[in-house]
Antibody
Framework: DVQLVESGGGLVQPGGSLRLSCAAS????????ISWVRQVPGRGLEWASTISGTDDSTYHAESVKGRFTISRDKFKNMVYLQMNSLRAEDTAVYYC?????????????WGQGTLVTVSS | EIVMTQSPATLSVSPGERVTLSCRASQSVSNNFAWYQQKPGRAYRLLIYDAAIRATGIPARFSGSGSGTEFTLTISSLQSEDFAVYYC?????????FGGGTKVEIK
């Protein structure tokens, strides 16, 4: 079965940076549309970023635009989320998610999530 | 931004009951709409996509309907493994947005 595994979460001070990684078993991420979706514990889901499976175009929520960057390493079969200028409100569990087809389709597979805590 | 509103926030039901969850979009999303299930310690699971298509491996007791702004998830006979939180999502336009969730709990 397809599994997505996130890593790289942790505690970081406000203004700091963190890079999240997403790896997949039995799945080729090279041509997959992948999103990062976050969830503040006990609250709802918020989409953060998406990378297209066809042309690697990227899309970011206004709340993270200019601070977060989603990218792909085709050789390593990994997707990353570089998070800079982190704020307390970025504290959340971050999920790597693969879309069924390309962008603007449902999410077919989710990872278990990695917790990011922004605090001094 | 398209706002997704789910109702009710919590639903207390007994096993075997029929359950109906609702989601409303602030503007039309056509049928670009999905339902997900979240259980503690488990990854989110896609239940329904394109408003009415069951995802692979999803039991037939789950069904989705609606288009435009009004959507419904129906569980025909609630099983013990169905107690969970359910989220709706639109993928018609950026930003992708989710509803706040409906928790289905044991009565």
């Amino acid at each position: 079965d397809v599994q997505l595994v996130e890593s790289g979460g942790g505690l970081v001070q406000p203004g700091g940076s963190l890079r999240l990684s997403c790896a997949a078993s039995e799945l080729n991420l090279k041509s997959s549309a992948i999103s990062w979706v976050r969830q503040v514990p006990g609250r709802g889901l918020e989409w953060a970023s998406t990378i297209s499976g066809t042309d690697d175009s990227t899309y970011h929520a206004e709340s993270v635009k200019g601070r977060f960057t989603i990218s792909r390493d085709k050789f390593k079969n990994m997707v990353y989320l570089q998070m800079n200028s982190l704020r307390a409100e970025d504290t959340a569990v971050y999920y790597c998610a693969k879309h069924l087809y390309n962008i603007l389709t449902a999410i077919g597979h989710w990872g278990q999530g990695t917790l990011v805590t922004v605090s001094s | 931004e398209i706002v997704m509103t789910q109702s009710p926030a919590t639903l207390s039901v007994s096993p075997g009951e029929r359950v109906t969850l609702s989601c409303r979009a602030s503007q039309s999303v056509s049928n670009n709409f999905a339902w997900y299930q979240q259980k503690p310690g488990r990854a989110y699971r896609l239940l329904i996509y394109d408003a009415a298509i069951r995802a692979t491996g999803i039991p037939a007791r789950f069904s989705g309907s609606g288009s435009g702004t009004e959507f419904t998830l129906t569980i025909s006979s609630l099983q013990s493994e169905d107690f969970a939180v359910y989220y709706c999502q639109q993928y018609d336009n950026w930003p992708l947005t989710f509803g706040g969730g409906t928790k289905v709990e044991i009565k």
